[in-house]
């Protein structure tokens, strides 16, 4: 088992949608490292579910990664904010997961308690500059953030 960070803005989807939909795919993502991350996970890998672009950032909850491989299909809709011209179903370029909501944190573990915590070779999203909507963590950081919550 693997353990990620997914990021996302509350206002375009939260922990709280995830709740409510159960399973979702998360589509969108457009950079390719991300992608690749993305394509790097298995089934059962956990994700942290990160919430940007806030008044307070951080880590909000947890999700299950429970089909990997897909293909985005945001990629091929013409009205979608997430289309790619350059995609086509035969040759798509963007892949992505469905995750399954776990749990939501009764507190956030905001991106300021993470950067006393952690330095920026431990989690990447510490980094100054980083603007990655996925990435790995280490199973010890993710052992250190479950005691965060």
Do not use: C
Request: hydrophobic share 40%; no cysteine.
């Amino acid at each position: 088992m693997n353990y990620w960070l997914l990021k996302s803005e509350p206002d375009v989807y939260s922990i709280e949608d995830l709740k409510r939909d159960r399973i979702s795919l998360w589509d969108g993502v457009r950079n390719y490292q991300a992608r690749n991350f993305l394509k790097a996970m298995e089934s059962g890998d956990v994700a942290f579910f990160y919430h940007s672009n806030t008044k307070i950032p951080g880590i909000v909850g947890l999700a299950n990664i429970i089909e990997i491989n897909l293909i985005d299909p945001t990629q091929f809709e013409v009205n979608s904010p997430y289309f790619d011209s350059k995609a086509t179903p035969h040759s798509p370029r963007w892949y992505t997961v469905k995750v399954e909501f776990v749990e939501q944190f009764s507190a956030i573990i905001s991106l300021e308690t993470l950067k006393q915590t952690f330095n920026s070779e431990e989690l990447a999203l510490v980094k100054r500059g980083n603007r990655l909507s996925v990435m790995p963590v280490s199973l010890s950081v993710a052992e250190r953030i479950l005691k965060l919550s």
